[in-house]
């Protein structure tokens, strides 16, 4: 009975040993994966095409700074805005 037992134990043992190993080893393929100097050269383009492309929306922002608290004042100043 007691053979049993610790058979069981051992296997199971064994088994989470095995699925950490597994998972170790995923864990490191990605690790290894994304610090190679290729995947460096795909990421960075791609960072820099979002700078670029957030630069342009932000040079096409226009903020509105309010000259006076009249409501036409501030309807032709948000027509010339959105105008432009």
Not at 6 to 25: P, T
Not at 52 to 60: D, G, I, P, W
């Amino acid at each position: 009975m007691k053979l049993t037992v610790l058979v069981r134990k051992s296997f199971s043992y064994i088994i989470c040993i095995l699925c950490v190993q597994e998972r170790f080893d995923d864990v490191q393929s990605k690790f290894t994966q994304f610090s190679s100097p290729s995947a460096e050269s795909k990421v960075f383009p791609k960072i820099e095409r979002i700078w670029r492309a957030l630069r342009q929306v932000e040079q096409k922002l226009c903020f509105l700074e309010l000259a006076s608290d009249d409501p036409e004042s501030i309807q032709g100043q948000l027509n010339h805005c959105t105008v432009s």
